[in-house]
């Protein structure tokens, strides 16, 4: 896992003593070191290639990963980030961009209500996942292939509907 999960000092109340200046993050960016920053916290993901999404993890290396986190993982995988926690973004750096041009009031307010209707999405239930949906979508899934082997097997006739018939078992077979 290289230098990911290795934490400096704790501060009272398990918070990272560190704060980290735009400049020093943006220093990081090979995936031998490793910086991200999500959600206002810099995370130290060097030489992790056991990642389970594999190397794309350091495409965001030395740079703001925090919408791209929320796009690829559940919110439970947040808990996992702690142990590569190395601490914070500093505070006036966080109206910046990471080449530290000033971010403009527009572009502020747009990633906080971009930010707010995604969890504003999750708490409606519009992420959640239907097991009976996927139940639903393998019993018919199976169901079509059942009666396209049916219809291959149950014509073995020479004429133009037994053709037809496997014809048409045959495209929906794929």
Same mark, same amino acid.
């Given at each position: 896992?290289?230098?990911?999960?290795? !934490?400096?000092?704790?501060?009272?109340?398990?918070?990272?003593?560190?704060?980290?200046?735009?400049?020093?993050?943006?220093?990081? !960016?090979?995936?031998?070191?490793?910086?991200?920053?999500?959600?206002?916290?810099?995370?130290?993901? &060097?030489?992790?290639?056991?990642?389970?999404?594999?190397?794309?993890? %350091? #495409?965001?290396?030395?740079?703001?990963? #925090?919408?791209?986190?929320?796009?690829?993982?559940? &919110? &439970?995988?947040?808990?996992?980030?702690? =142990?590569?926690?190395?601490?914070?973004? *500093?505070?006036?750096? !966080? /109206? *910046?961009? /990471?080449?530290?041009?000033?971010? &403009?009031?527009?572009?502020?307010?747009?990633?906080?209500?971009?930010?707010?209707?995604?969890?504003?999405? !999750?708490?409606?239930?519009? %992420?959640?996942?239907?097991?009976?949906?996927?139940?639903?979508? =393998?019993?018919?899934?199976?169901?079509?292939?059942?009666?396209?082997?049916?219809?291959?097997?149950?014509?073995?006739?020479?004429?133009?509907?037994?053709?037809?018939?496997?014809?048409?078992?045959?495209?929906?077979?794929?």
């Amino acid at each position: 896992m290289g230098k990911g999960g290795q !934490r400096p000092p704790a501060a009272k109340d398990g918070m990272v003593a560190s704060e980290h200046a735009w400049k020093e993050i943006t220093q990081h !960016r090979t995936p031998d070191d490793a910086w991200l920053m999500i959600n206002n916290k810099v995370y130290d993901v &060097s030489g992790w290639h056991d990642h389970p999404g594999g190397d794309v993890l %350091f #495409t965001s290396a030395g740079d703001d990963a #925090t919408d791209t986190f929320a796009l690829f993982h559940a &919110s &439970s995988t947040a808990k996992h980030l702690s =142990q590569f926690c190395i601490g914070t973004l *500093k505070p006036e750096d !966080r /109206s *910046k961009w /990471s080449d530290e041009r000033p971010k &403009s009031q527009e572009q502020e307010n747009f990633e906080r209500g971009y930010r707010r209707l995604k969890v504003e999405m !999750r708490n409606d239930g519009l %992420f959640d996942s239907s097991p009976l949906y996927y139940t639903y979508k =393998q019993a018919t899934t199976l169901m079509l292939c059942f009666y396209a082997a049916w219809l291959v097997g149950a014509h073995p006739g020479s004429g133009w509907r037994d053709f037809g018939a496997r014809t048409f078992g045959g495209i929906l077979m794929g």
